[in-house]
């Protein structure tokens, strides 16, 4: 559905998106992360056409660009603040886009927005904007969703319901792109995600596949410590050691297990450890850091 | 919604929309108050020639800006196939605004001739013009004039991008324009010929299309003047619009 093809995107002279490529699919929820200032809400905007880029942006076999922007009219969006004006109701702030009073109401139910709906939203707290905002993206049933920390200001309530809300919408095949430093929030709900750094994807992958394989270290015991740590520094196998548990690289496992045994140095124990997805988002981070400075 | 539509029906719900009307009304009202009433006052429709147009930047560009600070042009840009569309649907419904103001002075001040001054609407008042003759010619002066001002707040709030600095300009144009520019053709007499195009020049149509005589003022023809305007005003359609296109959001 969206094809985004080696994308450069430059704001003056600066150059913010570099070689961005990625599908999304009907129904997928792609979790944008990626640190401050890595390009999130840049890439946001490029796709809806606000930026000046090259390389190539389809929606559906039509070519989106800064002046072309009739494939966009199934997209909704909710980028970095609530776009609602002050001086009119939530109601009338929703009338102004929608197609059709059916789904506006729906969604306004669905957002438990209906006591306050007719209030003027200047008096509305951000909890209140926001769902406003999030409903804003939602109406005319859009093909393609862009929500830029869509769980800002939310109460617990409310962010149970706009994940739900998310995945009713995914199951009836909008695709969604949504960016949030809750990492934890958005792991309920994507089922792709892609990782960017200063301007480039380092990541892309589906959700279930990227936890498999970016597991960090595996820890070991052994009968005998002193003997493997011999054994592991005279292979040049990059370990550390605390009391007696090793941790080792997983890329090495296979290789320990051999050496071990020619040595007849049993093992107690080799499990992998389960890392969170935060704590493998910084690794990887973390991990691009050190690449670029041996670049560097 | 189409974006005129959209756009009249955000113009009719903001508060600087009703404020600007209770402000024409006020001062229209401060004038009879702190003037002498007589037929000039008139002619001149209590002041509301001179304040139209400094109500008419003020609200022109906190029309534009308001989309910016609430960040709603965000929407109505990756929303828009056309960005043109967007630009003059503003401008349209800004300076049908200033038409509504031109309509509601026009009225006001025939209902206060009629409290006011006894002087009859046929009477010959300067260069065997009538009454209702100078009025009308003020009315549609000051409706070119406002297209003028608006495209100039149009272009002004992309420009500066501070309303607030928007406005101060319109204030000093409506004040010291006039001023400064007669100041400048009667310094440099020998640019006559160029300097009498200078923009703060074009305020002259409020009074001259009424009394024709302020052509030796303005160094202009009635139809120069008209012809003036307008051209000024598409130059700040096509800049305002070409600035707005590059706006950073």
Same mark, same amino acid.
């Given at each position: 559905m969206l094809v985004v ?14 070689? !961005?490529?990625f599908k999304i699919h009907p129904g997928n929820i792609i979790g944008l992360i990626g ?5 999130k809400t *840049?890439l946001m905007?490029?796709i809806l ?10 929606l559906n076999? $039509?070519?989106? *660009? ?6 966009l009219t199934k997209v909704g969006a909710l980028i970095e603040h609530p776009a ?6 939530g109601?009338?702030?929703l009338?102004?886009y929608a197609h059709d009073?059916v789904d506006c109401q729906r969604l306004i139910s669905k957002l438990d927005m209906s006591t306050?709906i007719?209030?003027? *939203?200047?008096?509305?707290?951000l909890g209140m904007k926001q769902k406003l905002g999030i409903a804003i993206a939602l109406l005319n049933n859009p093909q393609l969703v862009i929500l830029d920390e869509p769980m800002n200001g939310l109460d617990v309530e409310a962010t149970i319901g706009v994940r739900r809300l998310i995945h009713q919408y995914a199951a009836q095949g909008t695709a969604f792109l949504i960016s949030s430093h809750i990492l934890s929030e958005l792991q309920k709900v994507m089922t792709q995600v892609i990782l960017i ?6 990541v892309n992958q589906p959700i279930a596949e990227f936890e498999q394989?970016h597991?960090? !270290?595996?820890?070991?015991? *052994?009968?005998?410590? @002193? ?10 196998? @990059?370990? $550390? ?35 969170s997805f935060e704590?493998i988002v ?5 991990? @691009? ?8 | 919604?189409? +974006?005129?539509? %959209?756009?009249?029906?955000?113009? +009719? ?6 404020? #600007? ?54 929407i109505? /840009? ?62 549609? #002066? ?25 406005? #101060? ?11 400064? +520019? ?37 160094? /202009? ?6 012809? #003036?305007?307008?051209?000024?005003? %598409? ?15």
């Amino acid at each position: 559905m969206l094809v985004v093809q080696n994308v450069n995107t430059y704001i003056g002279r600066k150059q913010i998106i570099t070689d !961005a490529t990625f599908k999304i699919h009907p129904g997928n929820i792609i979790g944008l992360i990626g640190p401050n200032g890595a390009g999130k809400t *840049t890439l946001m905007k490029t796709i809806l056409g606000l930026t000046k880029f090259d390389g190539q942006i389809r929606l559906n076999q $039509t070519t989106v *660009t800064e002046n072309q922007h009739t494939a966009l009219t199934k997209v909704g969006a909710l980028i970095e603040h609530p776009a609602i004006y002050p001086f009119l109701t939530g109601q009338q702030n929703l009338t102004l886009y929608a197609h059709d009073p059916v789904d506006c109401q729906r969604l306004i139910s669905k957002l438990d927005m209906s006591t306050y709906i007719h209030d003027h *939203t200047k008096d509305y707290s951000l909890g209140m904007k926001q769902k406003l905002g999030i409903a804003i993206a939602l109406l005319n049933n859009p093909q393609l969703v862009i929500l830029d920390e869509p769980m800002n200001g939310l109460d617990v309530e409310a962010t149970i319901g706009v994940r739900r809300l998310i995945h009713q919408y995914a199951a009836q095949g909008t695709a969604f792109l949504i960016s949030s430093h809750i990492l934890s929030e958005l792991q309920k709900v994507m089922t792709q995600v892609i990782l960017i750094n200063h301007g480039r994807i380092i990541v892309n992958q589906p959700i279930a596949e990227f936890e498999q394989f970016h597991h960090q !270290a595996y820890e070991l015991h *052994t009968e005998n410590s @002193q003997l493997t740590v011999k054994l592991l520094s005279s292979h040049h196998i @990059q370990y $550390t050691l605390d009391g007696d548990t090793f941790q080792v690289n997983p890329k090495s496992i296979f290789e320990i297990q051999d050496i071990l045994s020619s040595q007849h140095v049993r093992l107690k124990e080799l499990t992998p450890i389960s890392s969170s997805f935060e704590q493998i988002v910084v690794h990887l981070l973390h991990q @691009q850091r050190g690449g670029d400075q041996h670049n560097d | 919604m189409t +974006s005129l539509r %959209a756009e009249l029906f955000k113009f +009719s719900h903001q508060k600087s929309a009703q404020t #600007g009307i209770l402000i024409l009304i006020i001062l229209m009202i401060y004038s009879i108050l702190t003037t002498k009433v007589n037929s000039t006052q008139v002619i001149f429709e209590f002041g509301a020639v001179q304040w139209i147009p400094i109500i008419m930047i003020a609200v022109g560009s906190t029309f534009f800006a308001m989309e910016y600070q609430n960040r709603t042009i965000l929407i109505l /840009l990756y929303k828009s196939t056309k960005r043109w569309q967007i630009y003059l649907a503003k401008l349209t419904i800004v300076w049908l605004y200033s038409l509504v103001l031109t309509l509601i002075a026009t009225l006001l001040t025939i209902v206060l001739k009629s409290l006011l001054v006894r002087t009859p609407w046929s009477a010959l008042i300067s260069n065997h013009q009538t009454l209702l003759t100078l009025l009308t010619g003020n009315v549609i #002066g000051t409706t070119v004039y406002a297209l003028f001002i608006v495209t100039l707040s149009f272009m002004l709030i992309m420009l500066i991008k501070i309303n607030v600095a928007v406005i #101060g300009i319109g204030l000093a144009l409506g004040f010291l324009g006039s001023g400064i +520019s007669v100041a400048l053709m009667e310094t440099f007499t020998s640019l006559i010929s160029i300097l009498r195009w200078n923009p703060l020049n074009m305020i002259f149509i409020t009074q001259q299309l009424a009394n024709p005589a302020y052509a030796t003022v303005s160094h /202009l023809s009635s139809f120069e003047i008209i012809g #003036g305007n307008l051209i000024y005003a %598409a130059i700040f359609v096509i800049l305002g619009y070409g600035l707005f296109k590059k706006r950073r959001i």
